[in-house]
Every structure is written in structure tokens, then in C-alpha cells.
């Protein structure tokens, strides 16, 4: 098996969970053997093995092969133009995992700038005078050197 899922627990169950073999998958997707062995072949949906080879295939994996039957025969896409759809949904996926990863990242560094920042205010010394502004006096001061005489 691939160990797609990231479970813990490895008997609890999840969508991810690889458990239904291609006679019972054929039968919840609606779809014969056949097609969900060519479907595997042609990588639409890739279902795990087990160690014999056998495949197994998890609730998502149903789902998936019932989404390319309803692309296939309700909205005439061809299996090429399929496989291009779920690859740039999982590409979408992917990416926005990423994004919120990112953010995640943004707003923690965010939080350390502030607190960083604060702990700079703290140490500021109190005894510094803080600046003033000196008005600018538009008086005019002439300077002429006295000159030395011989």
C-alpha cells in the first residue's frame, strides 16, 4: 500500500481508508471491473495494493469513479480530457493547502514581529527626553568679521 491518508490510528477509518475490493467498488460506483481496471491503467484512479497486488479502494476512490462516469457520459469529456481535470483539481488542492499553510506561517511571524516589538518598547530607557519641535524664527542675523587693522 501506498499510505496515502496519514492515519495514526491504523485501524481507524477514513475516507482515505483502502478497503473495498474491485468487485464491491464496481458495484458502489455503478461501473463493470473492467472499466475500473482500465480507469487504473490509464491513471484516472489509482487505487492502493495490497501485498498480493489486489487493489483496494477507499470511499474518495468510489466517489473519484463515480465523478469520471458522470464527466464521461453526462458531459461527453473524453478519459484524456478527464485525467487533465483531476489532475489540475488536485493541483488546486494542493496549492490551496499550501496557501493556508503560508498564511498560517505569515500570521505567526506576525505575532512574533509584534511581541518583538513590544519587548523593544519595553526596554526604551524612560529617562530620555522626548523631542521638540523649535519654531523657526524668520529673523534675519547679518555677520561681518571685524577686519584686522595693521
Given amino acids: ?19 473495498y475490493v474491485i468487485s464491491v467498488a464496481a458495484q458502489l460506483s455503478g461501473l463493470h471491473p473492467q472499466t475500473l481496471r482500465q480507469y487504473d491503467r490509464l491513471g484516472l484512479v489509482s487505487p492502493d495494493r495490497t501485498a498480493g497486488r489486489g487493489r483496494r479502494y477507499s470511499a474518495r476512490d468510489i466517489e473519484l469513479l463515480r465523478q469520471v462516469q458522470q464527466l464521461s457520459q453526462d458531459e461527453g469529456i473524453n478519459l484524456a480530457g478527464i485525467k487533465r481535470i483531476i489532475e489540475l483539481e488536485n493541483q488546486v488542492a494542493a496549492l490551496s493547502a499550501r496557501v493556508a499553510e503560508l498564511q498560517q506561517a505569515v500570521d505567526g511571524a506576525a505575532v512574533a514581529m509584534r511581541q518583538r516589538e513590544a519587548q523593544v518598547h519595553a526596554s526604551y530607557r524612560r529617562e530620555v527626553v522626548p523631542y521638540q519641535d523649535v519654531q523657526q524664527s524668520s529673523a534675519l542675523v547679518v555677520w561681518r568679521p571685524k577686519g584686522r587693522r595693521k
Fill in 1 to 19: 500500500m501506498n499510505g496515502r491518508g496519514g492515519r495514526k490510528n491504523p485501524y481507524e477509518l477514513t475516507d482515505e481508508s483502502p478497503v
